[in-house]
């Protein structure tokens, strides 16, 4: 495809999908969320995104299709009783299921998976005991303040509110509950904290929390679901939840099916807690509702996950009401062969093995277009250089780096899952700077990351023009020696020279990580319509709930969407038994 026929397509299938999402909102389906006719799906047959299709009244039909009617299973033919039913056994359902049958109440949770999920590492949370020990826990006014400004207030503060109010309790829960397991320990990545006399850097809020597992075969996949067994918990695995029974606003059942095809009612006398993810393996939901997400991510990206939209669309089938900003977790993580775009991706170094994610490309390393040219601030939340490459050529760019990458990357004191070294207090961190140059080493000899004596050198093994790229490192190398970033004022401590060779380079593009848009809900999780009237018997916790992330994941908040997730599945239970803190 030459270069314009590519921009070309690029520039209909933008323009039509937005026309898309338009006809989406004329249907009343952002607000209200009533039910959508039903049609064929434009997802091509191997489930990749197709950027091709033009035309918005094709492209309004597909964005319509991807909520469709509510099904139809027939008469269940079994009925099960329980207390309480949890449906999804992921991060959220896990720590709901063992919060129920710590306090008593017989527990069913279904999955439609084989086997529970795990529990996420870097909980987010404020004022835990181990933070209270360091006599360090970010400040709760500054918290709700940067929280609501990566959203554009574009939320709902009291769920945020809700976190910060409660996050701690879930934090010391977790931190017991490993101790008296026996299983590990929990440690809080501080030795820092959040500042806000430089005006050209972004505050790093100290909210981290990570386990640390005595046997590394046995982590929260593992020993949770034992634990859940052992307290008497039922899972029902394979087992696919489908739609809600409801009289008007309240929740009556829950439908399921199970690997059979056996419909069956699931009846909670207490509650019930939806914890099903967002849809970030729905590809007819990204396509209808996040056209520049798929933009700038690799073209072989597929739907063929489990994180669908099932809890969503059930909920926006009842009435409920749907978040109308569109955003996803993107992290700067996924690399290309020298020659491939995000349109032409089809596999690399995150994709499709995400295992093999380039955690390191978050660095403040410095970051060019393909015309060689710096074009942003790379001391950023993850998100910002995605969605700066949308004004780029195809999206991407290319991550640089020289022989003392490893000092470099310790001089940047990055905080969350792109820490390479331990924090200031002990705590270890995700990355690991001890095996990262056999990493890149075996990178290198997969054709990923390029290395050359020369800038000009890199630049033609990355296929961007080498002049141009050489003036660029002169004139960033110019500003580091400087100590200040005339260009776009990056903080000194981060703007260090790349003079030593081998200079390194990889194409780089977004990786996808979850959806952040959801569900109405109010402070008690009950899901509601656009009105604001709840539907009662029904609580979301995780990435089915929405009105709290929009339009930037703030991920120097370390593992807030986690330690949300952990908050909303304690205070859930609370709340179907009527107890606060």
Same mark, same amino acid.
């Given at each position: 495809?030459?270069?314009?026929?590519?921009? /070309?397509?690029?520039?209909?299938?933008?323009?039509?999908?937005?026309?898309?999402?338009?006809?989406?909102?004329?249907?009343?389906?952002?607000?209200?969320?009533?039910?959508?006719?039903?049609?064929?799906?434009?997802?091509?047959?191997?489930?990749?995104? $197709?950027?091709?299709?033009?035309?918005?009244?094709?492209?309004?039909?597909?964005?319509?299709?991807?909520? =469709?009617?509510?099904?139809?299973?027939?008469?269940?033919?079994?009925?099960?009783?329980?207390?309480?039913?949890?449906?999804?056994?992921?991060?959220?359902?896990?720590?709901?299921?063992?919060?129920?049958?710590?306090?008593?109440?017989?527990?069913?949770?279904?999955?439609?998976?084989?086997?529970?999920?795990?529990?996420?590492?870097?909980?987010?949370?404020?004022? !835990?005991?181990?933070?209270? @020990?360091?006599?360090?826990?970010?400040?709760?006014?500054?918290?709700?303040?940067?929280?609501?400004?990566?959203?554009?207030?574009? *939320?709902?503060?009291? %769920?945020?509110?809700?976190?910060?109010?409660?996050?701690?309790?879930?934090?010391?829960?977790?931190?017991?509950?490993?101790?008296?397991?026996?299983?590990?320990?929990?440690?809080?990545?501080?030795?820092?904290?959040?500042? +806000?006399?430089?005006?050209?850097?972004?505050?790093?809020?100290?909210?981290?929390?990570?386990?640390?597992? $005595?046997?590394?075969?046995?982590? !929260?996949?593992?020993?949770?679901?034992?634990?859940?067994?052992?307290?008497?918990?039922? +899972?029902?695995?394979?087992?696919?939840?489908?739609?809600?029974?409801?009289? $008007?606003?309240?929740?009556?059942? #829950?439908?399921?099916?199970?690997?059979?095809?056996?419909?069956?009612?699931?009846?909670?006398?207490?509650?019930?807690?939806? &914890?099903?993810?967002?849809?970030?393996?729905?590809?007819?939901?990204?396509?209808?509702?996040?056209?520049?997400?798929? #933009?700038?991510?690799?073209?072989?990206?597929?739907?063929?996950?489990?994180?669908? =939209?099932?809890?969503?669309? @059930?909920?926006?089938? *009842? =009435?409920? &009401?749907?978040?109308?900003?569109? &955003?996803? *977790?993107?992290?700067?993580?996924? =690399?290309?062969?020298?020659?491939?775009?995000? /349109?032409?991706?089809?596999?690399?170094?995150?994709?499709?093995?995400?295992?093999?994610?380039?955690?390191?490309?978050?660095?403040?390393?410095?970051?060019?277009?393909?015309?060689?040219?710096?074009?942003?601030?790379?001391? &950023?939340?993850?998100?910002?250089?995605?969605? #700066?490459? @949308?004004?780029?050529?195809?999206?991407?760019?290319?991550?640089?780096?020289?022989?003392?990458?490893?000092?470099?990357?310790?001089?940047?004191?990055?905080?969350?899952?792109?820490?390479?070294?331990?924090?200031?207090?002990?705590?270890?961190?995700?990355?690991?700077?001890?095996?990262?140059?056999?990493?890149?080493?075996?990178?290198?000899?997969?054709?990923?990351?390029?290395?050359?004596?020369?800038?000009?050198? /890199?630049?033609?093994?990355?296929?961007?023009?080498?002049?141009?790229?050489?003036?660029?490192?002169?004139?960033?190398?110019?500003? @580091?020696?400087?100590?200040?970033?005339?260009?776009?004022?990056?903080?000194?401590?981060?703007?260090?020279?790349?003079?030593?060779?081998?200079?390194?380079?990889?194409?780089?593009? !977004?990786? %996808?990580?979850?959806?952040?848009?959801?569900?109405?809900?109010?402070?008690?999780?009950?899901?509601?319509?656009?009105?604001?009237?709840?539907?009662?018997?029904?609580?979301?916790?995780?990435?089915?709930?929405?009105?709290?992330?929009?339009?930037?994941?703030?991920?120097?908040?370390?593992?807030?969407? !986690?330690?949300?997730?952990?908050?909303?599945?304690?205070?859930?239970?609370?709340?179907?038994?009527?107890?606060?803190?």
């Amino acid at each position: 495809m030459g270069k314009m026929e590519h921009e /070309l397509t690029r520039r209909s299938f933008l323009q039509g999908a937005v026309a898309g999402t338009a006809g989406i909102a004329a249907l009343g389906v952002l607000g209200s969320c009533s039910p959508s006719g039903g049609g064929s799906s434009s997802a091509s047959d191997d489930g990749s995104h $197709d950027v091709t299709q033009t035309g918005s009244s094709a492209n309004a039909a597909s964005a319509a299709d991807w909520l =469709g009617a509510e099904p139809d299973v027939g008469e269940p033919e079994e009925t099960v009783e329980t207390d309480v039913l949890i449906i999804g056994a992921g991060s959220g359902g896990m720590v709901a299921t063992m919060t129920c049958l710590e306090k008593g109440l017989k527990t069913i949770t279904i999955e439609k998976t084989g086997a529970a999920g795990m529990v996420r590492d870097d909980v987010g949370g404020i004022g !835990s005991k181990l933070q209270r @020990a360091e006599n360090n826990s970010p400040d709760p006014a500054a918290c709700l303040h940067y929280i609501t400004m990566y959203a554009a207030n574009d *939320m709902d503060q009291r %769920l945020v509110k809700l976190w910060l109010d409660e996050s701690y309790e879930a934090i010391d829960w977790y931190a017991d509950l490993l101790e008296r397991r026996n299983v590990g320990h929990l440690l809080f990545e501080g030795g820092y904290s959040a500042t +806000f006399d430089d005006p050209g850097a972004y505050p790093k809020f100290q909210s981290g929390h990570s386990p640390v597992w $005595d046997d590394p075969e046995r982590t !929260s996949k593992v020993v949770w679901p034992e634990y859940v067994e052992e307290l008497g918990g039922e +899972f029902r695995f394979e087992t696919a939840f489908v739609k809600f029974e409801h009289d $008007d606003h309240a929740v009556t059942a #829950a439908l399921a099916q199970d690997a059979d095809g056996k419909v069956i009612r699931f009846k909670a006398t207490k509650g019930i807690i939806l &914890a099903t993810g967002g849809y970030q393996h729905n590809i007819d939901m990204l396509r209808a509702l996040q056209p520049q997400t798929l #933009a700038s991510m690799p073209a072989g990206y597929t739907s063929a996950g489990l994180t669908a =939209g099932d809890g969503i669309k @059930a909920c926006l089938w *009842m =009435g409920a &009401a749907f978040d109308e900003t569109h &955003a996803c *977790m993107v992290f700067d993580r996924t =690399g290309m062969y020298p020659n491939e775009t995000p /349109l032409t991706c089809t596999e690399g170094l995150g994709w499709p093995e995400l295992k093999k994610q380039v955690r390191f490309g978050s660095q403040a390393w410095l970051k060019v277009n393909l015309n060689g040219e710096r074009f942003a601030n790379e001391s &950023a939340p993850y998100d910002y250089i995605v969605h #700066a490459a @949308a004004y780029q050529p195809e999206h991407c760019w290319c991550t640089i780096w020289d022989a003392n990458y490893l000092e470099h990357m310790k001089q940047f004191e990055t905080v969350g899952c792109a820490r390479h070294y331990p924090y200031p207090n002990g705590a270890p961190s995700d990355g690991k700077y001890e095996t990262l140059p056999d990493t890149i080493a075996e990178w290198e000899q997969a054709g990923f990351v390029q290395s050359a004596d020369t800038p000009e050198e /890199l630049a033609t093994k990355l296929n961007i023009p080498p002049e141009t790229f050489a003036q660029t490192v002169a004139r960033y190398n110019e500003l @580091a020696a400087k100590g200040h970033d005339d260009d776009f004022y990056k903080e000194p401590y981060r703007l260090i020279a790349l003079d030593q060779p081998p200079y390194y380079g990889l194409r780089t593009c !977004s990786r %996808l990580l979850c959806t952040l848009d959801g569900v109405h809900v109010n402070t008690d999780l009950n899901p509601v319509d656009a009105q604001g009237v709840p539907f009662t018997g029904l609580h979301l916790v995780g990435d089915v709930s929405g009105g709290f992330f929009a339009h930037s994941y703030p991920n120097l908040f370390t593992g807030l969407a !986690s330690g949300r997730t952990m908050t909303y599945a304690r205070h859930a239970v609370r709340t179907i038994l009527g107890e606060s803190l």
